[in-house]
């Protein structure tokens, strides 16, 4: 796409309401463009029309009418939630129009330089965290992007003084062409999302797309140990900055070997390793959030953080919500709240976070897969399973095969609300002293509940129900 300025007197649709799409549409509008913001919601469903249409921005609510596409659209910017194959979409690439997300739109007026963080697993944690190093080492960070805020909010605020830490999902990319963070942190590639991108290589090829326009002046953050991320890393155009649980590197961040076990950096391989603190006085649990971490760390030095800074931020963050959220304690049971984990892998991660015996609530949308993967860590570490959701059978197949004898199906003739509490109820009846309940469904939350924020905020509410 070009400069928002070049649109003007050019007819611009957004498809999607949400706050995206009504930072977009006042953007567009501001900049003398002829606006239609489209949702195929009902218009009691979208409060936000009423605000548009008072600025002079068309509002069309309630499905996505034929005629809302032609060659006279300049541009399409789409809700990153909307698969391609969605009729406005389809219809636009057919007739060659642009589209992309609210990315692209944002990095186009953003004066501040960016920071892009993406990956399957730890997004938010990592996002956060960096946003805290860079605040505390005062550097003037704005936090956005997938995490909550949106980006085109931020990004007009945003000047050179700043630096935007921006998360990013696989829909988002997928939706950028000239995108370009200064820095650009892959965490790890696994199995997920493939209702909405039909394959593993649309996928990954969308996480790539972080790397796509950096040149050699910027920073790449790869995950060493993750195989994928390693595999690009001979095509990248920008400085290498690697992270490392398993090996002590050249060049980047890396975990030293037990008994000490320090986040170590080093900037090249003529460069001395600088410890940077010791693993075991992060202060979110999880072998996970220490592999967040090492990321975090790599992110913030490359942008001009000081060691101390990013010690103190590593040492004080206690996570985010919905990630391994402590909730209470009850009769020496603790429990647990990881919402977020909507794919087996980022389950097992919360699940090897505790070396305690695990009561486990999982369960949710049907995606197509057997979860057979979990069978081995739940004969390890789980044992009781309470299920519920579409997958529900799935889940409690796997557990049977793992051995696995207290198990609970919940119906899912009850309410979202009555089946986390009926869930919660089997867990707590199943689990003793000693123990830890973890809602972790390894599955998305669309078949029960608006969001995993709406799961995980239930489930928090049955808890203390108790």
């Not at 593993?200 to 996480?207: F, L, N, R, V």
């Not at 919500?321 to 984990?341: D, M, P, Q, T």
């Not at 892998?345 to 979860?371: H, N, S």
Request: proline share 5%; aromatic share 6%; charged share 20%.
């Amino acid at each position: 796409m070009r400069e928002p300025g070049w649109y003007q007197q050019k007819q611009v649709i957004i498809l999607g309401l949400a706050k995206s799409g009504v930072a977009v549409a006042k953007l567009f509008h501001q900049h003398g463009a002829i606006v239609t913001v489209n949702d195929k919601k009902n218009r009691e469903e979208c409060p936000e029309a009423d605000e548009l249409e008072a600025l002079g921005i068309s509002v069309v609510c309630g499905g996505h009418p034929p005629e809302l596409i032609h060659e006279g659209v300049a541009l399409v910017v789409k809700n990153p939630g909307i698969p391609y194959k969605a009729p406005p979409v389809a219809q636009a690439l057919e007739l060659s129009i642009e589209v992309v997300t609210e990315v692209e739109v944002a990095y186009r007026i953003c004066q501040a330089p960016m920071i892009g963080i993406t990956g399957s697993n730890g997004k938010t944690t990592t996002t956060t965290w960096i946003g805290r190093m860079l605040d505390e080492a005062g550097l003037h960070p704005i936090v956005a992007g997938n995490i909550g805020r949106s980006l085109c909010d931020a990004a007009e605020e945003a000047t050179a003084e700043n630096w935007m830490v921006v998360e990013l999902s696989s829909f988002q990319l997928k939706g950028t062409q000239q995108f370009r963070p200064r820095i650009a942190v892959l965490l790890n590639v696994y199995e997920t999302h493939l209702d909405y991108h039909g394959t593993m290589e649309d996928y990954a090829g969308s996480k790539a797309k972080l790397f796509a326009n950096q040149e050699p002046e910027d920073v790449a953050v790869v995950n060493w140990d993750d195989a994928y991320c390693r595999s690009l890393i001979p095509a990248l155009q920008a400085r290498v900055l690697s992270f490392s649980m398993k090996e002590e590197l050249e060049a980047g961040v890396y975990l030293s070997a037990a008994p000490e076990r320090c986040i170590m950096y080093k900037a090249g391989p003529e460069a001395a390793p600088v410890q940077v603190l010791p693993a075991a006085e992060v202060g979110i649990p999880g072998e996970f959030n220490v592999e967040n971490a090492l990321a975090a760390v790599a992110a913030a030095l490359s942008a001009g953080a000081d060691v101390a800074a990013v010690a103190k931020a590593l040492r004080e963050f206690r996570g985010v919500e919905h990630r391994l959220e402590f909730v209470r304690e009850k009769n020496g049971i603790a429990y647990y709240n990881n919402s977020k984990a909507t794919n087996p892998a980022a389950t097992v991660k919360a699940m090897e976070a505790f070396d305690r015996p695990i009561v486990l609530i999982a369960g949710g949308l049907e995606r197509g897969m057997d979860y057979l993967d979990l069978v081995p860590h739940f004969r390890e570490r789980v044992k009781a399973v309470a299920a519920l959701g579409e997958t529900r059978h799935k889940i409690a197949h796997a557990a049977e095969l793992a051995g696995i004898k207290l198990i609970k199906t919940v119906d899912t003739a009850n309410t979202p609300a009555e089946a986390l509490q009926a869930a919660v109820e089997a867990a707590f009846g199943f689990a003793q002293e000693g123990d830890v309940v973890l809602l972790s469904p390894a599955c998305a939350s669309w078949d029960m509940f608006s969001s995993y924020e709406e799961r995980g905020s239930m489930f928090k509410e049955s808890v203390h129900n108790l």
